[in-house]
């Protein structure tokens, strides 16, 4: 059997993703003023997904300052969007700023209020829905995303090592028409950087 790398985290953080000024801006930002955003790992590997699962409509639950909006919307194929919703104003109306100067003002929508009420008011389809927000609110999320994801699309979770998303990940790990899979990661600039994913295919 083949030994293991040394220090893995220490190696593995060797590979972080290069990115632009802007998100360059944007990280050192979150760190400034303790805004949680996924990083760049991370935000490439929702770009990868995203690319690879041909979303043209992708939903967005919590926007921060944009930064993960941004690896969504450069995957998108010509005429697609993401439609991304924050409970903060002030919040908001930075992320669009951030949109705009990432040349993707088109491809962005945000939506204000809380992201339970939004989407019970949606009927879209989407692709690909990213969910981010509160820990506690990711159970009652999952009946909305079920609703509005296409069969066929996929749910991503951040931040399922949360003890507030517990119960979240044992629905849909339990719940028919799923095909699941829990990721303990290392993650380097994430927010926290040990935590977990969880990728869910709607397949019924």
Same mark, same amino acid.
């Given at each position: 059997?083949?030994?293991?790398?040394?220090?893995?985290?220490?190696?593995?953080s060797g590979f972080i993703p290069p990115r632009d000024a802007l998100l360059l801006e944007l990280e050192e930002e979150a760190a400034r003023e303790s805004i949680p955003i996924v990083g760049p790992v991370v935000g490439e590997l929702l770009h990868i997904l995203a690319r690879l699962a041909g979303a043209k409509?992708?939903?967005e639950l919590g926007t921060a300052s944009g930064y993960s909006a941004i690896h969504l919307a450069r995957a998108l194929p010509p005429g697609g969007k993401v439609i991304?919703?924050?409970?903060?104003?002030?919040?908001?109306e930075r992320a669009?700023?951030?949109?705009?100067? $990432?040349? %993707?003002?088109g491809s962005i929508e945000v939506r204000v209020g809380q992201a339970l009420d939004l989407m019970a008011a949606m009927t879209d389809t989407f692709d690909l829905i990213f969910l981010d927000i509160d820990k506690?609110?990711?159970?009652p999320a999952f009946e909305h995303c079920r609703r509005l994801l296409k069969v066929g699309g996929l749910l991503i979770a951040d931040n399922v090592g949360f003890a507030g998303a517990a119960s979240f990940n044992r629905e849909i790990f339990s719940?028919?028409?799923?095909?699941v899979v829990h990721l303990l $990661?290392? %993650?380097?600039r994430h927010s926290p950087e040990k935590d977990g994913l969880s990728l869910a295919l709607r397949v019924e």
């Open positions: 059997m083949s030994m293991m790398i040394p220090d893995l985290e220490k190696y593995f409509n992708i939903l991304t919703l924050e409970l903060h104003e002030a919040m908001a669009k700023d951030n949109f705009a100067r $990432a040349g %993707l003002a506690e609110s990711y159970l719940r028919s028409g799923w095909r $990661a290392w %993650l380097p």
